[in-house]
T-cell receptor, first 114, second 115 residues
Framework: DAKTTQPTSMDCAEGRAANLPCNHS???????VYWYRQIHSQGPQYIIH???NNETNEMASLIITEDRKSSTLILPHATLRDTAVYYC???????????????FGKGTHLIIQP | DVKVTQSSRYLVKRTGEKVFLECVQD?????MFWYRQDPGLGLRLIYF???????EKGDIPEGYSVSREKKERFSLILESASTNQTSMYLC??????????????FGPGTRLTVL
């Protein structure tokens, strides 16, 4: 799986949009971009994923650049409960093989300020 | 919504005890995973199961075993707990469909302390 680079930490004011960047310059053509987050002492939570088109769900929007070398996760109206570590990963589609565990990098610690 | 539940949020055991951690998912997922997460070491895969009674070792299976007797349930067993198995244990599940994305859904985690 391709490597990703994220800022170590970011602050955002409550109620504003939080924009979390991720660089994945070595991404392969069939690899998806996934975002997960982990609130302190809880299990990771899936947020969104995409291949090349922008995606939106009830939690967030994912903007992928045309060359697919970077992406941005957008939380449109951040709340205090969005304070968490956000992980960007890239993965190929499931190939029918064996164990394929997730590996998270260090992620971005997003702190929402009141 | 996908729901993955784990039997305990916090557990304290003594060295040498046998420990059972249970995970249940309600989405009919074929794949189930057990990870441990430690500061500075990130997420590490212990065992994986892709079907009932099927299992595969992950990156760090030593000291652990697993059981999958029913599709929705995947158990992690520490035969003789040791202090270096103090950790956060995370269960996850996903669909098993070739060429599909394999989004993994996680449980809330069990923080195990071995004294």
């Amino acid at each position: 799986d391709a490597k990703t680079t994220q800022p170590t930490s970011m602050d955002c004011a409550e109620g504003r949009a939080a924009n979390l960047p991720c660089n994945h310059s070595t991404i392969s053509g069939n690899e998806y971009v996934y975002w997960y987050r982990q609130i302190h002492s809880q299990g990771p939570q899936y947020i969104i994923h995409g291949l090349k088109n922008n995606e939106t769900n009830e939690m967030a929007s994912l903007i992928i650049t045309e060359d697919r070398k970077s992406s941005t996760l957008i939380l449109p109206h951040a709340t205090l409960r969005d304070t968490a570590v956000y992980y960007c990963i890239v993965r190929a589609p499931y190939s029918g093989g064996g164990a394929d565990g997730l590996t998270f990098g260090k992620g971005t610690h997003l702190i929402i300020q009141p | 919504d996908v729901k993955v539940t784990q039997s305990s949020r916090y557990l304290v055991k003594r060295t040498g005890e046998k420990v059972f951690l249970e995970c249940v998912q309600d989405m009919d997922h074929e794949n189930m995973f057990w990870y441990r997460q430690d500061p500075g070491l990130g997420l590490r895969l212990i065992y994986f199961s892709y079907d009932v009674k099927m299992k595969e070792k992950g990156d760090i299976p030593e000291g652990y075993s697993v059981s999958r007797e029913k599709k929705e349930r995947f158990s992690l067993i520490l035969e003789s707990a040791s202090t270096n198995q103090t950790s956060m244990y995370l269960c996850a599940s996903s669909w098993r469909q070739p060429t599909s994305t394999d989004t993994q859904y996680f449980g809330p985690g069990t923080r195990l302390t071995v004294l």
